[in-house]
């Protein structure tokens, strides 16, 4: 890759995992009242077609890896553990409540935080509440992330008996400066442990997290790291740019000197060097971040065009309704998203007044949609297309105008009724999408509130 579309292209940037992006969300048009009114409207429309998706937040973690931007609580006392699941099943029976008939549920995805922080009989105990209240779609998808530290043969055989197939463990890298640095003190054997104990299980999809960019990382430690995760042959693998965000998330991506990141070439050699290694060793490039063996679901739904981006990162079905539960998870009606809120006390205290703990969120606008289905296209399938007058918007020729020096760089292809991105310019899709990205190009934001695109 020429070095100066690197030097070029490397700007702040969203990571497109919705449209608009949080920043532009517009807070003072949005209600409880009106994201309710979409969520019936979508749920009507979809539910029995489709089903809905559900996105949990388990925010408790013993210890603060420094590299995490991720919404969390630290601490080391379980007894928080039983009030949470309590707080979630309640804000579950809202939902129910508001949309009345039976949901149709195909996809649920644990996140954190760091969900095997909680006790197998506390997962069971929600996963149970929810799933008796629902209907499970006949094709579904339930998944979860692992800390290779605390999972334990009870979590992966309790979540598998409760009809998770898919593990995803955070590896991040192997070598122990490393480790230090991001204070995520992580040793192999017991990622191989736990790999193999799900395997044997029975999970059909096991994917593993690798960062790179982080402190202190260099090609030799990265190369190790990837050597070792291939000998364990995940069927999945998120390749991930660490996102370097202190301004946003304070002294918790404080924990080492500036200094100590690899440059932005450095960076740039990090991923490339590694995603040959990986596409050497058998891995096929999914959208952006994530590669997988072929006979693996997400690499089938990009062929199936079935893949489908969201605040989950990619997933291989699509429903109209993600419903997002417990602390700062965040729903998504097609028509709107909004947002829990981020404090466990405020949240607690609106589920005790039996609302729901919604603080913020956005009504999408007809443009909006139409933006953001092209943004979707262009993530998931590296292509888009406007043939269809639905699929046109004002402001499409001057979008064309933006494109066209992206195209003169190799980095996509204009054609007449859309744009294809080519190989080299899947490393800037990013900065492809941000030429459709209307809201936040009317309004340019004064301060730097996103990472690097490369």
Known sequence: MKQNLI????????????????PYWDNEGFSSERYIQTLKKSFDESNAKEGISL??????????????ACHKRITKKHSVEEPYIDALLKEWSLYLNILGDRPNISEIHLGGGTPTFFKPENLKRLIEGILSTSTVAPEHSFSFEG????TTRSHLQTLYDLGFRRVSFGVQDYDAKV????????????VKEVTEIAREIGYTSISHDLVFGLPFQTW???EKT??????????????????HVPW??????????ENDLPSGPEKRKLYENGK???????????GMDHFSLPQDELYQSMLNRKIHRNFMGYTSSSTQVMIGLGVSAIGDTWYAFGQNEKSIETYYEYLQKDLLPIYRGHILTSEDLVIRRHILNLMCLLHTRWDDPQAQFAELPQTLERLQEMQNDGLLTLLPNGIDITEEGRTFARNICMAFDLRMLRNKPETRIFSMTV
């Open 276 to 286: 040959a290694l990986l596409e050497a060793l058998g891995y096929v490039e999914i």
């Open 226 to 243: 990837i050597k070792q995760t291939i000998a364990l042959k995940p069927d999945r693998l998120a390749f991930y740019s660490y996102a």
């Open 248 to 257: 946003i998330k304070g002294v918790g991506q404080r924990g080492f000197d």
């Open 55 to 68: 996105y949990i937040h388990l925010p408790y973690c013993e210890s603060l890896c420094t590299f995490c």
């Open 147 to 150: 800390h290779p530290n605390n």
């Open 179 to 190: 480790q230090i640095a991001i204070n995520r003190i992580q040793p192999y054997f017991k």
């Open 220 to 222: 030799e430690s990265e």
């Open 7 to 22: 030097q070029k292209y490397n700007i702040p940037g969203p990571r497109y995992t919705s449209y608009p992006t949080v």
